[in-house]
């Protein structure tokens, strides 16, 4: 079955996978904020969460436990209860025929699977087979400058150095840096539970399972990533991923080289006029974007783009966005958008 | 006056230039448990701090404001009061005879002042006329692994990221650091009065003032202090430097160019054999250096050593260093050892 270019001209039956995690929150605050057209609003959850209540728009719907006919009828399924839950039920999804757009990493390499930012690559979405994914949160925000800036002068080589926040790794985790912080500034000492070390006043390499080649999944995943929303496939690329004590946005310290020397002048006006991307230069000031600016906003900030003293072909840039929003929920919900009936 | 090759054969006579600051606290703190010979410790202050009360060994001192007699029968003065304090007592300093071991960064790329990190290029600190500088915080870390590892094979390249800590912006920076924490745990927002900005479950690019370049002075401090210390004076070099709400370590994420492929297995070992250096690298349980292993630790931990799957050429590691101790402190002290006479 050839998918359907866009959505019915009707307001639609939208299922949220993992609707009580961090992604799944922000999802349903960004539908109601976004003006989505839905006609019925499911929230769908583990059997723990099941019976919670959900607030939306002016209602209070039930959180309901997932099961083999919670697919019936609807039209958008947007999932982010990991990987495992989506493999379990992508097939039921698929057959019901609703569009399913999931937010882990299960299928995100999977031949006929788009992986789609908006900005990008959206004609992608529309070669997909029922499912499109999401993808990773560093590499959402990283593309969305590279693909710009390649589309002038093509990019050789990224190295790149991440400062993530603790809601990558969900809403428990917010919640135990918090916890450890209070206990830390008291004067006690509390072990970690979700993350692997406490990440009070501390930092580590993500804790991703590593690769062969010692690079972790979440590093992998961005090179990877990276390459198929670009359509590089052979993009020399490498990310050293750090979780840091923040709690929802993520930054990058970013050094691309180009096949010749970009003109940073140049760099900065088609930033600056690039979907997604708001730039934050003061150099006067020396003010440049923080986590603390992009929490809670949609547009990834830019900033500090600089030629890189140690090599003629290098631009330096520095961004951070919200992970939660533009790094995951926003995101899937744009991919959606793709597919709504013009009016 | 050629410099003196070493200290006489006595209890020495050391004062502490700015000896109520985070490093000057932890200077007085090594000296005593690192056995320095010392006669007569005289900790010196501004006028504000004069009168407090420093305890060393089993004795509690007063501590002096500092004056054109302060120096008078010094042998050693350890500065850590700040760049223009530095150069105010200078030439008091030298006159006096004492050998001054500065931490400020007023002089370090004078010609004529030995810039040092002993285990790197102790020989250098010979060519003294009096005075020797103290290197940055994260050169002092980062030149510990490029040092060894040029030596087998010629660098052509480094790009850095940095995660520093408040401590790095002195004893109040940490304090603040501590105390807007606490503010945001308790839903209250203080502005910051230390750092430009609040590090409360935040992060910002260093706030050293920006040259002409767009890299900040703590950027190019880094990229020729580097020089200087490894005698590499056109290294190519990039450093971006960011401040993260960690409270005394600094880590860094570096990717190393060589002029010919560097066998991972061989940089390991070579950096494993060097001194100042501890490897921490458990690819089993995915373990590596994290700000809590290094904290008032003398050893830089590095980590994750690992071919930079972008480059043939290149290897990435990841190192942390308690940024008041080998970052400063201890480091200014392994300088004055060099010139204590071999019993």
């Known amino acids: 079955m050839l998918p359907k270019p866009c959505f019915p001209k009707r307001p639609l039956k939208v299922?949220?996978?993992?609707?009580?995690g961090a992604v799944g929150t922000e999802i349903i605050k960004i539908l109601d904020e976004r003006s989505f057209?839905?006609?019925?609003?499911?929230?769908?959850?583990?059997?723990?969460?099941?019976?919670n209540l959900q607030k939306w728009k002016n209602e209070t719907i039930k959180i309901e436990e997932v099961n083999a006919k919670s697919f019936n009828g609807i039209d958008l399924v947007l999932a982010s209860a990991g990987g495992s839950i989506s493999k379990a039920w992508k097939?039921?999804?698929?057959?019901?025929?609703?569009?399913?757009?999931?937010?882990?990493?299960?299928?995100?390499?999977?031949?006929?699977?788009?992986?789609?930012?908006?900005?990008?690559?959206?004609?992608?979405?529309?070669?997909?087979?029922?499912?499109?994914?999401?993808?990773?949160?560093?590499?959402?925000?990283?593309?969305?400058?590279?693909?710009?800036?390649t589309a002038e002068i093509p990019i050789n080589r990224v190295i790149v150095s991440t400062y993530q926040s603790a809601s990558g790794a969900g809403a428990m985790a917010m919640e135990e840096l918090k916890q450890l912080s209070k206990a830390f500034l008291e004067g006690r000492e509390e072990q970690s539970q979700v993350l692997p070390y406490s990440l009070a006043f501390n930092l580590f390499l993500h804790n991703s399972p590593l690769q062969e080649n010692n690079y972790c999944e979440e590093e992998m995943k961005m090179a990877n990533e990276t390459r198929k929303i670009m359509?590089?496939?052979?993009?020399?690329?490498?990310?050293?991923?750090?979780?840091?004590?923040?709690?929802?946005?993520h930054s990058e310290s970013i050094n691309i080289e180009f096949s010749k020397p970009f003109e940073v002048e140049n760099a900065r006006q088609i930033l600056n006029s690039s979907p997604g991307i708001k730039l934050l230069e003061e150099f006067e000031n020396n003010r440049f974007p923080m986590p603390t600016d992009v929490t809670g906003k949609d547009d990834v900030m830019v900033g500090r783009i600089r030629q890189d003293i140690s090599h003629p072909n290098a631009i330096?840039?520095?961004?951070?966005?919200?992970?939660?929003?533009?790094?995951?929920?926003?995101?899937?919900?744009?991919?959606?958008?793709?597919?709504?009936?013009?009016?």
Chains 1, 2 share one sequence.
Not at 231 to 249: D, E, K, M, Q, Y
């Open 15 to 20: 299922a949220v996978l993992g609707a009580t």
């Open 37 to 51: 057209p839905i006609g019925h609003l499911l929230p769908l959850a583990s059997r723990k969460s099941a019976g």
């Open 91 to 149: 097939n039921v999804i698929l057959e019901s025929g609703a569009l399913l757009i999931d937010n882990s990493s299960a299928f995100r390499m999977d031949q006929g699977v788009p992986l789609v930012v908006p900005e990008v690559n959206p004609n992608d979405a529309f070669q997909h087979q029922g499912l499109i994914a999401n993808p990773n949160c560093t590499t959402i925000l990283l593309s969305l400058v590279l693909a710009p800036l």
């Open 231 to 249: 359509g590089i496939p052979n993009l020399n690329f490498s990310a050293t991923c750090v979780r840091v004590p923040v709690l929802r946005a």
């Open 316 to 343: 330096e840039l520095w961004l951070c966005g919200d992970q939660i929003r533009k790094g995951a929920a926003l995101n899937a919900i744009q991919i959606a958008e793709l597919f709504l009936p013009k009016s």
